[in-house]
């Protein structure tokens, strides 16, 4: 048996993902792999795969993009869509705050807000769920597109207390992920900036949020699947044949069986997503699942893949990430 490393974050799309590899519900599942399984916010596991901490782990796409050496992508288990993206968010009455009053006609159609409005940039403070997150590298990338005068003061924190921030005013702006795009209004805020959108209307791409990678120092281990203990499947295994395969690969096909197992299930998961989400909700944690889980999730595919290189050309391009010629998947 050989035991691995396994992170993932606490939000419904990954709980929902990975609830059948956690709880051992995986009938051909292989036999010769053990998980310990650690769970914690996205930006927390984006500095442990710093240090090459886990073996296997979620992270943001903008960290994945900076770990490239260090780690591969697996084709299942990502975050990626259409109206799925950050969103900056502002109090009603906020007079907010860049130095450039005008914005293009594309980009005025997607402010939710007209308070994008002139105010010395210093007084500006924009809080973020974190600068390994992608959020923060698509507001970057959209202020160097459209705004490049501005250098607003960032203050990273955790997502779950940047609405609360933004509403008892200890900072101007927040650019929100995850559940928050449901329940910002609960908070009083407004919508300035869909950054999702724009970005889909930037690159004509779905935008690519979160990924699970693999330490590339181990992506290529051969191991042996012993099909004596496992249920035999007769439409993809002989009998009393034993297969090799390369972790990567074994991995990455367990967890597009998990996906299968969730869907198929959905009420197997639901007392394990709750006890680990920030929102209790049901109808949003609902919206949750089949906003961020979905055919990208089991497979990263062409178009994902294409969205992927864009995301980190324009990165690149700008200074945010820097270029790597590693293959991009295990």
Known sequence: MRDLTLAYSSCPNDTFIFHAIAHNLLKTANANLGFKITIADVETLNQYA?????????????????????YALLRTGAALGRGCGPLVVS???????????????????????SSLRKAPIKKTIVAVPGIGTTAFVLFSLFLKEHLPEIEPKIVPMPFEKIM?????????????????????????????????????????????????????????????????????????????????????????TLIGESIHYAFENPEDSKEYIKAHAQELDEQVISQHINLYVNDFSKDIGT??????????????????????????FA
């Open 164 to 252: 609360p921030a933004v509403k008892d005013g200890s900072v101007d702006l927040g650019v929100i992920i995850h559940e928050g795009r449901f329940t910002y209004q609960n908070f009083g805020l407004n919508c300035m900036v869909d950054l999702g959108e724009w970005w889909e209307k930037f690159t004509g791409l779905p935008i690519p949020l979160g990924c699970i990678a693999i330490k590339r120092d181990i992506c290529e281990i051969v191991i042996k699947e012993d099909i004596d203990a496992v249920e035999l499947n007769s439409d993809s295994y002989e009998e009393n044949r034993k297969e090799r395969q390369k972790l990567a690969s074994v991995v990455q």
């Open 303 to 328: 178009e994902g893949e294409k969205a992927i290189r864009t995301f980190f050309q324009k990165a690149e391009e700008a200074g945010i990430i820097k270029p790597n010629n590693k293959p991009l």
């Open 50 to 70: 710093i240090n090459s901490f886990f073996d296997i782990t979620k992270l943001s796409f903008a960290t994945f993009g900076a770990l490239r050496d260090k």
């Open 91 to 113: 109090l009603p009455d906020k007079a907010i705050m860049f130095d450039k009053e005008i914005l293009d006609e594309n980009i005025s159609s997607l402010t939710k807000n």
